[in-house]
């Protein structure tokens, strides 16, 4: 299977189905369709240690993205088809932002996994103002191309504390 998925958060429900198959057409419009990469979905406090222990910035972040093809891995690793990386979101971070901006958590989600999966292709907007452009028009193109999005996330509602009966 090309896409793993890997939800390390409680709060919601994912359609696993919709998801996985929304990340492999992200894969075909990339012209990687034969490309697996994972996708995790973890929490603000897992977030924070990443981007610190691998950005060296003590604070989280919506989307990290760990690029295979660019580590220093043998040849045989490297090739076109293998695998390409891992996504990892911040599912608090994007809930924020999704509210911020007035949209529904998927469109938050499809628009971060799109972001991830440039920077492991090799996208970098932070390399210079000319390839956060290119980045930013690819991101437009996928999303426009990926059309609407259904509902794929169901938040799950929290249970009060348990009463003991005495």
Do not use: W
């Amino acid at each position: 299977m090309p896409v793993s998925l890997q939800v390390q958060v409680r709060s919601v429900q994912f359609d696993r189905r919709r998801l996985l198959r929304l990340a492999r057409a992200m894969l075909k419009l990339i012209a990687e369709p034969s490309a697996d990469m994972s996708v995790s979905f973890v929490g603000d406090r897992r977030m924070q240690r990443l981007n610190h222990r691998f950005r060296h910035k003590d604070r989280s972040t919506d989307v990290l993205a760990f690029a295979f093809r660019e580590a220093d891995a043998p040849h045989r690793f490297n090739l076109a088809g293998a695998h390409l990386g891992d996504v990892v979101i911040a599912l608090p971070t994007a809930q924020r932002q999704a509210k911020a901006a007035g949209h529904p958590l998927e469109e938050e989600l499809v628009v971060l996994l799109i972001h991830g999966v440039l920077h492991l292709c090799g996208y970098d907007h932070e390399r210079s103002r000319d390839e956060a452009l290119r980045m930013r028009r690819k991101e437009r193109l996928m999303r426009h191309r990926l059309g609407p999005i259904g509902r794929f996330v169901r938040t799950r509602k929290r249970s009060g504390p348990r009463r003991r009966e005495a």
